[in-house]
């Protein structure tokens, strides 16, 4: 059992708890044996998921050794782990804070600092532009390179009538990018009603703000990994 499993156990159930995930979406974790491979749990709601539930999958997204049922949308992780070396932790939700920046003229942006890693753009996945016959999922590899794609070199993309895909540099990393993309989302639609125009942050003020916010990500990561895995054995 690796720390990075426990991790990624952890990571499943902070993202339950902070309804970024419901009984649907995943979290994947680059391996750190080969940086081809993924691990993810096998399809299961991630309240519920375990160490044991963790599958190792190969570049091409299929499980190593290992017949239990995968995520049908695990596509979408071993496209982006391919295309972004820079990648090394990706979470898929279906946040529903979301869904309207993927249905309309309204661009999501950074509209307060915990956010700011929108600056580099949220760019909107538009499915039929691959696929007209679809059922929106990213179901296999052609959808997920393109969905990686539009990805970009972006730290968020959304996926229009679907929801929202987040990497990071690891756990902390991405988790605390889905929790304040999905903050950021229901703020930027109440400001929406106030007047405007919006000030949001500048790409400047962004780019500081991430920096300074990747400095401290390991802060939240322990409170929410104690909320959700309860106390480290020792720690009392
Ligand atoms: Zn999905």
Same mark, same amino acid.
Request: glycine share 8%.
């Given at each position: 059992?690796?720390? %990075?499993?426990?991790? %990624?156990?952890?990571?499943?159930?902070?993202?339950?708890?902070?309804?970024?995930?419901?009984? @649907?979406?995943?979290?994947?974790?680059?391996?750190?044996?080969?940086?081809?491979?993924?691990?993810? /749990?096998?399809? %299961?709601?991630?309240? !519920?998921?375990?160490?044991?539930?963790? #599958?190792?999958?190969?570049?091409?997204?299929?499980?190593?050794?290992?017949?239990?049922?995968?995520?049908?949308?695990?596509?979408?992780?071993?496209?982006? @782990?391919?295309? $972004?070396?820079?990648?090394?932790?990706?979470?898929?939700?279906?946040?529903?804070?979301?869904?309207?920046?993927?249905?309309?003229?309204?661009?999501?942006?950074?509209? @307060?600092? #915990?956010? /700011?890693? %929108?600056? /580099?753009?949220?760019?909107?996945?538009?499915?039929?532009?691959? $696929?007209?016959?679809?059922?929106?999922?990213?179901?296999?590899?052609?959808?997920?390179?393109?969905?990686?794609? /539009? !990805?970009?070199?972006?730290?968020?993309?959304?996926?229009?009538?679907?929801?929202?895909?987040?990497?990071?540099?690891?756990?902390?990393?991405?988790?605390?990018?889905?929790?304040?993309?999905?903050?950021?989302?229901?703020?930027?639609?109440?400001?929406?009603? !106030?007047?405007?125009?919006?000030?949001?942050?500048?790409?400047?003020?962004?780019?500081?703000?991430?920096?300074?916010?990747?400095?401290?990500?390991?802060?939240?990561?322990? !409170?929410?990994?104690?909320?959700? #895995?309860?106390?480290?054995?020792?720690?009392?």
């Amino acid at each position: 059992m690796s720390d %990075l499993h426990i991790d %990624l156990v952890a990571a499943n159930r902070i993202l339950a708890m902070e309804n970024v995930l419901d009984g @649907y979406g995943h979290v994947s974790v680059r391996s750190d044996r080969k940086p081809g491979h993924f691990f993810m /749990s096998r399809s %299961l709601a991630p309240q !519920l998921v375990k160490v044991s539930d963790i #599958m190792e999958h190969d570049a091409d997204s299929e499980p190593v050794g290992d017949d239990r049922k995968p995520y049908l949308e695990r596509f979408l992780h071993g496209e982006i @782990y391919r295309q $972004r070396p820079d990648v090394m932790a990706i979470v898929h939700s279906h946040s529903d804070a979301v869904i309207p920046f993927g249905v309309t003229k309204s661009a999501m942006k950074p509209i @307060y600092h #915990m956010a /700011s890693f %929108l600056y /580099s753009g949220v760019p909107v996945f538009e499915i039929r532009r691959t $696929r007209a016959e679809n059922d929106l999922l990213i179901r296999d590899h052609e959808l997920g390179r393109d969905l990686a794609k /539009s !990805l970009g070199k972006c730290n968020c993309v959304l996926m229009r009538g679907h929801g929202m895909t987040v990497v990071g540099d690891g756990l902390p990393e991405v988790v605390f990018r889905a929790v304040y993309t999905q903050v950021n989302a229901r703020l930027q639609t109440a400001a929406g009603h !106030l007047q405007g125009p919006i000030e949001f942050l500048s790409e400047e003020e962004g780019k500081r703000a991430t920096v300074t916010n990747r400095g401290t990500v390991e802060r939240p990561w322990e !409170l929410w990994k104690m909320k959700a #895995m309860g106390p480290e054995p020792g720690s009392r």
